[in-house]
């Protein structure tokens, strides 16, 4: 592997969707690099931690990217095993956030298959439409892989036929995740049952590197140059928080003027620590007392 292998020519963090013309299929491909690595800056997320963190990012950014609305999509695996909790929240600007909860006393987390890291559990999809009502869909956490378990969600609560295809690997000490997507058109299944099967068949041969590496177009010439396959302009995706100084103000009105006298007391400052980009808030008691002033005259 070549010291430049990664990254050479493709556009990093971009989604595209593309569609097969002649065919009711449409799929989308997503690097993700950046963001996953703005994800992870200010955790020390073991190697097997940070490459399942970039499959849930792929996989929520191409999720994501089938919402026909303003919203947001959460994406979380929880169990009883190692790792308790996996989330990823993304919108439809493909704006991405997530984060992790697991025994850090374990002194190694091997890089094993979902049903070891998580134990028996769940995959929760909650769908958060700007205007609308929240759907969640809760399915058994069974598969070795994320993208095992998301196509067994698919069939059973969608009843569409979906493939994804995910990447995650660390070179030269950078994390980078790439992926791809591709679901029958609704009320389609049958009729293109055939060409579903051979099109998963062709994408089971892309590799990372190629992900990674390769102008789209050359990946989807290479997989489907038998297709006439329209490609759509290409969207950004981006790390983003939603964390605020205004958002912590507001958390300590809820405890109670007691409540923050005493934790003062104890250590002369009010602190918040973000779970998805890890940033700390501390506050002193003149800030509090500023910012409580300032929202009794508002």
Same mark, same amino acid.
Not at 190 to 210: G, P
């Given at each position: 592997?070549?010291?430049?292998?990664?990254?050479?020519?493709?556009?990093?963090?971009?989604?595209?969707?593309?569609? +097969?013309?002649?065919?009711?299929?449409?799929?989308?491909?997503?690097?993700? &690099?950046?963001?996953?690595?703005?994800?992870?800056?200010?955790?020390?997320?073991?190697?097997?931690?940070?490459?399942? $963190?970039?499959?849930?990012?792929?996989?929520?950014?191409?999720?994501?990217?089938?919402?026909?609305?303003?919203?947001?999509?959460?994406?979380?695996?929880?169990?009883?095993?190692?790792?308790?909790? $996996?989330?990823?929240?993304?919108?439809?600007?493909?704006? #991405?956030?997530? &984060?992790?909860?697991?025994?850090?006393?374990?002194?190694?987390?091997?890089?094993?298959?979902?049903? &070891? $890291?998580?134990?028996?559990?769940?995959?929760?999809?909650?769908?958060?439409?700007?205007?609308?009502?929240?759907?969640?869909?809760?399915?058994?956490?069974?598969?070795?892989?994320?993208?095992?378990? $998301?196509?067994?969600?698919?069939?059973?609560?969608?009843?569409?036929?979906?493939?994804?295809?995910? +990447?995650?690997? #660390?070179?030269?000490?950078? #994390?980078?995740?790439?992926? #791809?997507?591709?679901?029958?058109?609704?009320?389609? *299944?049958?009729?293109?049952?055939?060409?579903?099967?051979?099109?998963?068949?062709? &994408?089971?041969?892309?590799?990372?590197?190629?992900? +990674?590496?390769?102008?789209?177009?050359?990946?989807?010439?290479?997989?489907?140059?038998?297709?006439?396959?329209?490609?759509?302009?290409?969207?950004? *995706?981006?790390?983003?928080?939603?964390?605020?100084?205004?958002?912590?103000?507001?958390?300590?009105?809820?405890?109670?003027?007691?409540?923050?006298?005493?934790?003062?007391?104890?250590?002369?400052?009010?602190?918040?620590?973000?779970?998805?980009?890890?940033?700390?808030?501390? +506050?002193?008691?003149?800030?509090?007392?500023?910012?409580?002033?300032?929202?009794?005259?508002?």
């Amino acid at each position: 592997m070549s010291q430049d292998l990664m990254l050479q020519s493709q556009k990093t963090d971009q989604l595209y969707r593309f569609l +097969f013309d002649e065919h009711a299929a449409r799929g989308e491909l997503v690097t993700v &690099t950046h963001t996953l690595n703005a994800m992870l800056e200010h955790h020390n997320y073991p190697v097997a931690i940070q490459k399942l $963190l970039g499959e849930l990012v792929v996989a929520t950014s191409l999720l994501t990217a089938t919402l026909k609305f303003e919203g947001d999509i959460t994406v979380q695996l929880q169990g009883d095993g190692p790792i308790s909790m $996996l989330v990823i929240n993304g919108n439809n600007h493909q704006q #991405m956030r997530g &984060t992790v909860k697991y025994d850090e006393s374990i002194a190694f987390l091997p890089e094993s298959n979902i049903e &070891t $890291l998580f134990g028996r559990g769940y995959i929760v999809i909650t769908v958060m439409p700007k205007d609308g009502e929240r759907y969640q869909g809760i399915v058994e956490l069974e598969g070795h892989s994320i993208a095992s378990c $998301l196509e067994r969600y698919f069939t059973q609560s969608e009843q569409l036929e979906t493939r994804l295809f995910l +990447f995650s690997q #660390m070179h030269e000490g950078v #994390m980078h995740a790439a992926g #791809m997507f591709l679901q029958v058109m609704p009320g389609q *299944v049958e009729k293109d049952e055939y060409f579903f099967d051979s099109i998963t068949q062709l &994408t089971h041969t892309i590799k990372a590197e190629e992900l +990674f590496n390769l102008p789209v177009e050359e990946i989807l010439n290479r997989l489907y140059h038998e297709e006439i396959v329209r490609l759509y302009d290409p969207q950004p *995706v981006s790390f983003f928080c939603h964390c605020s100084e205004e958002k912590c103000y507001s958390a300590m009105a809820t405890l109670g003027d007691e409540e923050i006298e005493s934790l003062l007391n104890e250590q002369k400052l009010v602190t918040f620590n973000c779970d998805f980009c890890g940033k700390a808030y501390e +506050f002193d008691a003149d800030m509090i007392n500023t910012a409580l002033k300032r929202n009794l005259t508002n």
